[in-house]
């Protein structure tokens, strides 16, 4: 087994994770199947996809170049992913996690909800709260005070196993 064969078995994680290891010129080094899948075969070039473009970004903010980035809900070549980028200083990698079809992911999410025991309304709160929406857009867009939005998101929380509650406060 030649080593692109030994990172790919070890980097493979089923069927949602994409790999792909490039030098600081954004010259790819490796991509796991998943990520050859996505982006299509680069190794050896430089890479011109999306993470490349959230690497820029990145590195315009020098001072936060280095470490961990999480970028989530992007397209590439017509996939949504999210992505995790990580810059040691000597090379970059980034891990692409492949999201379900938005569709069966909100069905899903609604069913687990409900079996929780969320009512109606908590259900459509939590869909928003998970959208991203800040207290006062939800309230606002729902035609409630914040008041009783923060009843309805104790109520809701309280349904929820620890590990779904907000660790801090949500944005007002």
Known sequence: MNLNEMLNAETSMGKKLGVC???LEQRVLFQND?????CGPMAGQICNKTCNTLCKKIDECAAVSPGMHLFKDHEIDGQKVDITIVNDGERIMTFMYLLENQQESKLKQEAFFREKGL?????????????GHTNAAIA???FISKAT???????IYK???DSMRPSQGRGA
């Open 21 to 23: 290891v490039k030098d």
């Open 34 to 38: 998943n990520s050859i899948k996505t």
């Open 119 to 131: 009512t109606k309304s908590e259900l459509r709160i939590m869909s928003m709260v998970l959208e």
């Open 140 to 142: 606002e867009k729902l």
């Open 149 to 155: 939005l923060k009843t309805h998101l104790n109520n």
């Open 159 to 161: 349904k929820l196993p």
